[in-house]
């Protein structure tokens, strides 16, 4: 009895076996595309009417195809399944046998720039899911580029005016709104931009493990994460400081422009620009064009002091005149030049963000066209024996609703930084007395909320001492 | 202020014989007047007994202003929410007494401990910083009193009870949420705050507060709300209503358990629970 017991196991476990040796062997010798080019091939036979060409198609032979490209260091075999992208007779076939839409082909031969040059996709693999990239975790990097980006791939060879002129013009479109949105104010692009965000150059062919796909919703790749990422940064990085307001289409528009951003370039041969049709950075001279290049993401018009919640700390308005009042140019250059340590301020001389020295000269002229002509009241910081226990009291009774119990700053200014802490006492003291007209900051003095001028020059020399404060 | 400094003046006068230092003294008189004496008598001819309205000049005349009308030297405020929306941020105007965060019934006044509460912790988001430890109790009771002082509503009306908050365990539960969003369509909540709660919906860009001034729909996924970020602070917001914007009270309309159900879908729309 033991013994039947036994063999029936050994029975039937071999039976298991070997029907996963038959079903194994079943699918290595069946693959996806031998049954499409088997259908191809069928479809062929019953479209064609000669006889000869009958003939011709019966013979052709199923079997794995390759497009080799030497110069773009490139295996294509995506014409395995894709087995009709160049027969006009199948113009009308359901893909993966369908011909290639548009006359794309007629100028972009297979055998010169293959498939996934434009469309992205592994090359190499012989079944749809791992050459697609596509589904629940299959890890590719660069899988197959949604239609409405393949724009993206066209401005490796070919400039904007050339697409835009065919009615291609969604990188252009995505280029225009980085300029206009300002992103070089955290991005560096092209040589210069602020450091706030990561540098965009080849970010279009990052690898997937390179941004955090944790919060993607759907299909796990660079094209969602990008699209997501204008529309909401904080699902998927919740860390992040990027300043966006984009509407669905322009979101697109913008993942065309990002995933044009490749490394390397394509081969001579390939690429046609014209080179008079490219967008040119904005001249060293026009300080309002550079203006909205570096400056508009995070200052707006400039007119209004806003508090951002984002950044947690208020935007000053640099162009507010009140400001511009006080405030002189080598100060402005000063702060431009240096940034504001401890704040979302960029150090943007040349060795940093990028801007020479005419740039930024233009940038300040532009930002004090709105300059007063008078000069404020002199205070005369320096007639005052400045007590700095009692400004503390005044700093505790006046400042520290807005400027922060240690100066750090939240509705006011941050009082520690560097900046600030080297800023001449004079413009303080003249700060405080006339406030800032048109922000929050009110006046101080005897024209405001009464501050003895004693008391504004105590304050002074506490606020001169938060630097080295804990 | 001006008198003490005429007396000071003379007592100087009469022990100097210097005449150079009288030409001294002329010629310092204008910065003596402006300089004053320090801190304690900088506010020249405010006299302050009540301690209250010390307080209230030394912490939130700046922004509420004078007379508590909500027109102080510091002015309207600029905010740019994390959606890009921008608000303006005005200070509470005590003198209509008319108060958003209440725990007590619409219509009502609020209780002195949420005066109290709003005094302690601030009000995030908008710059209303919190006092826990910069006033004395006294001084905080003292405050409340003075505020209560701008608004004749004060004088008329009592507050009413306030209205007791337990949170019931089920609350951000799947089914809750799913109870939720029924109601957030049933009393179109969405006709404001929009279908995805981001304060765009329809209606969003007509609603006035009692001032005449445009206020934006709360959209939820800015964080949390001024009042706080807990389920017991959504769920008295749905309760009391906030008076004087276009939030109105459900407390008539949606029976308690309908209320806690809304603070679930609430709660989903901040990202809270799944």
Redesign the interface.
Known sequence: MRNRFYFWILFLSGLVLLIFVLVAAYRELTPEWSGYQADYKNQLVTTLKDEAAKKKARSLSVEVQQLYLADLQRIDRCTSCHVGVENPLMAKAKTPLKQHSGDYLANHSPEKFGCTICHYGQGRATNKREAHGMGHETHWDFPVIPAKYLQSACVQCHDAGTLKAKGWDSVARGENLVNEKGCRGCHKLGGAGGVLGKALAGVGSKPIAYFPMGGVDGEKNTYAWFKQHFI?P?KLVPISEM???VTDEEADYLTAYVLSLRSGEMPKQFRQFNDAATTAPPSPTDGEALYKRYCIACHGTGK???????FGRT?PSIMNPAFLKTADNKLLKKVIEEGRAGTQMTSWKAAAAGLTGQETDSIIQYLTKARPSDKPEVFGYM??KADQK?GE??YN??C???HGKKGEG??GLNLRNPVVQGDDPEFLAITVRD?RK?T????FG?N????????IA?VVAFVKTLGQRK | MIEKEGKEMEEIWKRSNHIAFIVCLTLLLS?LM??????KN???GDVVVDPGKKVFG??C??CHGDKGNGK????I????????R?LLVRPRDFTTGVFRFRSTPTGCMPVDNDLLRLVDLGIP?S?M?PHKDKLSPEEKKAVIEYIKTFAKRWKEESPCEAIPVKQPKYVGSRSSIEKGLTVYKKMKCWECHGDDGRGGGGKADKIKDDWGNPIPPFNF???ALKRGGTPEDVYITFTTGLDGTGMPSYEDSLNEEERWDLVSYTLKLMGLVK
Not at chain 1, 304 to 310: A, L, R, T
Not at chain 1, 448 to 455: E, I, N, T
Not at chain 2, 34 to 39: N, R
Not at chain 2, 77 to 84: A, F, L, P, V
Request: charged share 30%.
């Open positions: 909401d904080r300043k966006v307001t209004d002091s806003m508090f951002d919640e984002i935007v007639r005052y009692h009291d005044v009774m006046r520290w609703h807005c939240e509705l406030g048109d929050p900051m009110p006046p005897k405001g909320l009464r501050l003895a001028d004693q008391d105590d | 910065v402006e300089t004053g004496q320090g801190i900088a506010y020249a030394e912490r005349m700046v102080g030297p510091a002015g405020i600029r905010n740019s929410e994390k959606g890009g921008i988001r710059f910083p996924t800015s964080g």
